[in-house]
């Protein structure tokens, strides 16, 4: 039977309706966090469900996997539909971010379920940190825990200004209401002490529905909206406009000879050809010439589009370089206040250096001090010398370069950071700038017409930093002042930094504990490197014992300057020539920290020289050093 023409083309007026009804629809994106076995992924599960968002096949799949894996006897397991990797399942834990799109008539959503366990807490952030509004659950038995706090104190951290507490599992409480307004106010608190301005509690059952879609007839002394209805109507602004465009360059275009763009994103606010831009850090200016996408060139483009931006003049970009308003430019420093989220096994040690990523730019950072750490139950401020694995901190960042930034507060995508190990690549830390320190802008380069190379010629000599580094009682000062005293009568300009000279003075106020011994050697090749730049030949004679500080120095100097001298004795040498004692003291207990005996030392991977006194006589070692310091010719 043939379809009229007029009810062809009303169908296909409506299909196009409802296309361009899903395509205005805006958009949230939200996480779930909260401790372990609270409900979240139960919770994500039951709202795919009930919107009925799952296809037949998704339903049968998850009904099998519920009779198979499922802890819920013949009902369904909702918490399946999200715990996709076999370990959650077997261990009814989350694991991974599992993140998860739904849409309703009202607003489209991505949702992100996100680990309670505290192993997992960097998950969590991972989730978080694109975030519009966070669904912070608690089981309604238990209260709040220390991972609630945590979470919550992260959430605060990354800038979510909407938070929904999600009293879970009311059902198993009898929907008691004090229970749930006793756990309420207790949270209430906890967001107004961490400046969080917009909290919506809700009684729930995740398992059974109550309060989710529909209001439950469970809870009549509940007066609120549900899950869903909060989720439909808060809003999703993240960003304040009117601070002027930006977009932080991810790529440079070269299309031909003729073009030359530079790729991004645009963020904060519109940009059009003919703008006056600035290009930061480097401060070079021009205005917008073309603004190219694949759909063919733009007049102007809106914040969140992905675009190519051609200028007038020829000047240099490069990726990471930020292009900017002119009259409204970001910040730009080197030196920082941040909160920092540790995520590391190993400690953090400040004066460890790190890479920080921003946006699409890389630079070196150093953590130069720990202001204080937090006490996520309490949110007490308490001293530290180092942070462990999850705890968070305020610090004070140093980079080899400036950048620009802004304030996270005030600009999500320019003021978020990763620190990245360098050795490991692993990601380390995550964090958020607060502000530039007063000093970064302050300090100003002074041309000086004397420099390293003028002191250097008036020597007769190339500056040189020799780094020895080996157990106590390897030899290292035995062979650094016999050096000495070759190239002093040889006419060289030399001086030695040892514990003796710097121990005593510089660095008396440092111990032997990790962190001090980090601080010593940052504070002795600070040292080493202006005594290089005077024209100097520096002998560093210290144990040393960790790979990172050493590399540390190393990237201090200009190629070829720096010689690190790995004076190779064993553990049981260096204790037979020990004539302080100090080993033995060591083992008995009575010396703390001591290297190689309850500190360790890590043995350099590849040194510019090995050093084998057991192998070598003293005057064969010396001989090979001032060869390498002597010049040619």
């Known amino acids: 039977m043939a379809v009229p023409g007029g009810a062809r083309a009303d169908a296909a007026a409506a299909v196009a309706a409802y296309l361009r009804q899903h395509e205005s629809k805006d958009l949230l994106r939200f996480i779930t966090c909260g401790s372990v076995d609270d409900g979240k992924s139960t919770l994500i599960g039951r709202l795919l469900h009930d919107t009925q968002r799952l296809l037949d096949d998704q339903l049968a799949a998850l009904e ?94 990354l800038g979510i200004r909407h938070v929904v507490l999600a009293v879970n599992k009311m059902d198993l409480v009898e929907y008691n209401a004090d229970t749930f307004e006793s756990i309420a106010s207790e949270y209430r608190h906890l967001a107004l002490r961490l400046g969080i301005p917009e909290v919506a509690c809700i009684p729930l059952s995740a398992l059974k529905g109550d309060n989710v879609l529909q209001r439950s007839a469970a809870t009549p002394w509940y007066r609120g909206r549900t899950l869903l209805e909060r989720l439909e109507t808060v809003g999703t602004s993240r960003e304040v406009p009117g601070r002027g465009f930006r977009l932080p360059v991810q790529w440079v275009c070269r299309q031909d000879q003729e073009f030359r763009g530079f790729a991004g994103p645009v963020i904060s606010d519109p940009v059009s050809t003919g703008d006056e831009v600035v290009v930061l850090p ?36 490069s990726r990471g370089d930020v292009i900017a308003a002119a009259s409204h430019p970001p910040e730009v420093a080197d030196q920082f206040a941040a909160h920092l989220l540790w995520l590391g096994e190993s400690p953090l040690l400040p004066g460890r250096p790190f890479r920080l990523k921003i946006g699409p730019r890389t630079v070196g950072a150093t953590i130069t001090d720990i202001k204080h750490k937090v006490d996520v139950n309490t949110q007490e401020q308490l001293a530290a010398k180092r942070l462990e694995l999850n705890e968070v901190a305020y610090c004070n960042i140093h980079l080899d370069q400036p950048v620009a930034f802004e304030p996270y507060a005030d600009n999500r995508d320019m003021g978020a950071f990763i620190l990245i190990d360098r050795q490991t690549n692993a990601t380390v830390a995550a964090g958020t700038l607060a502000f530039a320190l007063r000093r970064a802008a302050n300090i100003h380069w002074q041309h000086v017409d004397v420099d390293k190379d003028a002191r250097a010629r008036i020597k007769h000599q190339q500056p040189r930093c020799l780094w020895f580094t080996g157990l106590s009682g390897s030899g290292k000062s035995t062979i650094a002042n016999l050096v000495e005293k070759r190239l002093l009568a040889n006419g060289y300009h030399t001086y030695i930094l040892d514990g003796d000279n710097v121990r005593h003075g510089l660095n008396k106020d440092l111990g032997f504990t990790d962190e001090d011994r980090v601080e010593n050697i940052r504070r002795v090749a600070e040292t080493a490197r202006l005594m290089v730049d005077a024209g100097l030949i520096v002998l560093v004679s210290f144990i040393s014992p960790f790979r990172a500080e050493r590399r540390m120095a190393r990237e201090m100097f200009a190629k070829g300057e720096f010689i690190e001298a790995y004076v190779n004795t064993s553990l049981e040498a260096a204790e037979q020539r020990d004539v302080k004692g100090l080993y033995a003291k060591a083992r008995a207990g009575h010396l703390r920290n001591f290297t190689g005996i309850d500190s360790p030392y890590e043995i350099p991977a590849q040194p510019d020289i090995v050093l084998d006194t057991s192998a070598n006589t003293l005057e064969e070692l010396v001989e090979e050093l001032v060869e390498i310091l002597s010049p040619p010719g």
């Open 64 to 157: 099998l996997d519920s009779q198979r894996h499922g802890t819920q006897g013949d009902t369904i397991d909702y918490a399946l539909l999200l715990d996709g990797l076999a370990a959650e399942r077997e261990q009814g834990i989350t694991i991974d971010v599992a993140y998860r799109f739904f849409d309703t008539d009202k607003r489209k959503f991505i949702v992100a379920d996100c680990p309670g366990h505290e192993q997992y807490t960097r998950n969590m952030a991972t989730g978080a940190s694109t975030a519009d509004l966070a669904v912070v659950l608690v089981d309604a038995r238990k209260g709040l825990l220390t991972q609630t706090r945590r979470h919550t104190y992260i959430v605060s951290l």
């Open 282 to 317: 480097s401060g070079r200016r021009s205005k917008v010439a073309r603004i190219v996408t694949a759909d063919g060139d733009l007049e102007s483009a809106l914040p969140g589009q992905a675009v190519t931006v051609a200028l007038v003049d020829e000047i240099d970009v």
